[in-house]
């Protein structure tokens, strides 16, 4: 039977619904969606003039010394690598071993080895940004990626074939995740923060000083004893993981007999790092200020109780240890520089109407002298590839040549076309064979014999830029063969290192 037929004589068919207006959950699922987009794209702003700032000049610098060796043991063998790690300079182990797969990909020129640390750069300006808005504004997040994308210290190590970019790097994107337990602590994310403290652990060891910053924020913001538990178990589990390494590190802790107790000089000059010219420190000083004293928490952990333990937590540390052992120099608290850009962007985000564009600028025209001269190679900590140039134009084929000290072989390892031919009179092992940066060499009275022989005519000094008072023996064998039984045909200095030929 037809439906119609059945209505009653009062019933009217129902209209058809005709579309309405967009409903409130449909609205707010599109801003929703247009957040996370977002959260993707705010980052990429300031990570895209800090990849500009960081390749910018990074081709035109030579080596210098670390750097050099970074060069000559990322070219080694995976087990040499690790051989070299039971001997010296464990606490890089990791990196070299980064470095190594950066090397078979890209070789091994002065652009490819600092590839890693302009990319670090970026990421660490991409994360900073990300955490200013997740614990402030995106204001608050993009001025503060960018004032790490114009810091003349982050920029300095974005142009250095070693791990602090990394580390900076690492310590930040891990301090997103810290916040964000704070949010969705599952036990997921806690082993995830867990792994990722290992890791940085493993790229360096001091990184791990942000742990006790983390910690304290922890304490400042009254977290739960459950969050407590998980983050101290995630944190216990990453020390014990790298503990291996740590114990190996102790027995290596003379690599660092260079370093001095710092005092105050030094706690000032690392601010003075961080922060710039006078004038830049004026104006970031202030905006911290600023910053702190305003700032309202937007989620469970606020901008003080984060940014305050991270700033100045790992560098006191590491300043009161060393006053017992030396281990402090400021290169290896790079990862609290974020901390000082949160506080800054704070305050300057306080400023009407986007107004903190001003004072960017400003500190940008004001830093820029400094970001051209550290740019400059003459200005760079050694010319190690003036010296290569130097040996490649003067030597002849068969050519001896000596270094004092030993370690300095690694300008050779680094730029090895350039002392092709040479007889390297004092190599007893290499140092890959010796596990070492500067290999093996003969007794002194074996250096002795092998100079003084028939086929020695010309031999090459390569040392620093002054000698030491005081020689071990077989440097002063070397020194005393060469006054008592050759003449001195030329010097060549560049910065960071002497070249000396001398001749029958």
């Known amino acids: ?270 601010a003075e790092a961080f922060t710039g010219p006078p004038s830049v420190a004026y104006l970031l000083g202030a905006a911290m200020a600023v910053g702190l004293l305003t700032a309202r928490r937007r989620g469970p952990i606020g901008l003080q109780a984060l940014a305050l333990p991270w700033l100045l937590l790992p560098a006191t540390v590491l300043l009161l240890v060393s006053q017992f052992h030396p281990f402090y120099t400021g290169r290896y608290v790079i990862g609290s520089l974020p901390a000082m850009a949160l506080p800054a962007a704070a305050g300057l985000a306080r400023l009407p109407h986007r107004t903190w564009i001003a004072p960017l600028v400003a500190m940008a025209v004001l830093v820029a002298p400094l970001q051209v001269a550290q740019r400059r190679p003459e200005n760079w900590w050694d010319d190690l590839r003036g010296a290569a140039a130097i040996v490649e134009r003067e030597a002849r084929p068969g050519d001896g040549i000596l270094f004092l000290t030993a370690d300095r072989r690694s300008i050779a390892e680094a730029y090895p076309e350039a002392f092709r031919g040479l007889r390297d009179v004092a190599l007893r092992r290499t140092p890959a064979q010796a596990g070492n940066f500067g290999g093996t060499e003969f007794d002194p009275a074996e250096i002795v014999r092998r100079l003084t022989g028939a086929a020695t005519t010309r031999v090459w000094l390569l040392e620093g830029p002054w000698r030491a008072p005081s020689l071990v023996p077989r440097d002063r064998a070397k020194v005393d063969a060469l006054q008592r039984d050759f003449r001195q045909a030329g010097v060549w200095r560049v910065r960071g290192v002497t070249l000396s030929l001398f001749q029958r």
Not at 170 to 195: H, K, Q
Not at 240 to 254: E, F, G, K, M
């Open 1 to 270: 039977m037809n439906s119609k037929l059945d209505l009653l004589p009062d019933e009217r068919p129902a209209p058809a619904e005709q579309p309405g207006p967009p409903t409130e959950d449909a609205g707010r699922r599109g801003e929703a969606g247009w957040e996370r987009w977002r959260a993707w794209l705010l980052p990429s702003v300031p990570a895209l003039p800090a990849l500009a700032m960081g390749l910018w000049g990074a081709g035109r610098l030579p080596l210098w010394r670390d750097e050099a060796i970074t060069s000559e043991i990322a070219r080694r063998s995976v087990p040499d690598i690790l051989w070299c790690a039971r001997h010296i300079d464990a606490v890089h182990a990791v990196y070299y071993l980064f470095m190594h797969c950066v090397v078979q990909v890209f070789g091994a020129g002065e652009f490819a080895l600092r590839l890693p640390s302009i990319a670090a750069f970026a990421a660490m300006a991409a994360g900073v940004t990300a955490l200013g808005r997740r614990i402030m504004s995106g204001s608050v997040g993009l001025i503060a990626g960018l004032l790490c994308a114009g810091a003349p210290f982050a920029n300095h190590y974005a142009h250095e074939a070693r791990s602090y970019s990394l580390v900076a790097a690492l310590t930040v994107w891990l301090t997103v995740l810290f916040v964000d337990l704070a949010e969705r602590g599952s036990r997921r994310r806690y082993a995830a923060y867990g792994a990722g403290i290992a890791l940085l652990g493993l790229v360096h060891l001091f990184a791990l000083l942000i742990l006790p910053a983390h910690l304290a924020t922890l304490l400042l913001t009254r977290r739960t004893r459950t969050m407590l538990r998980r983050w101290s178990a995630a944190a216990a589990g990453a020390v014990v993981a790298v503990s291996p390494l740590i114990a190996l590190a102790v027995t290596q802790r003379n690599a660092l007999d260079w370093l001095t107790r710092p005092g105050w000089r030094d706690a000032l000059y690392l």
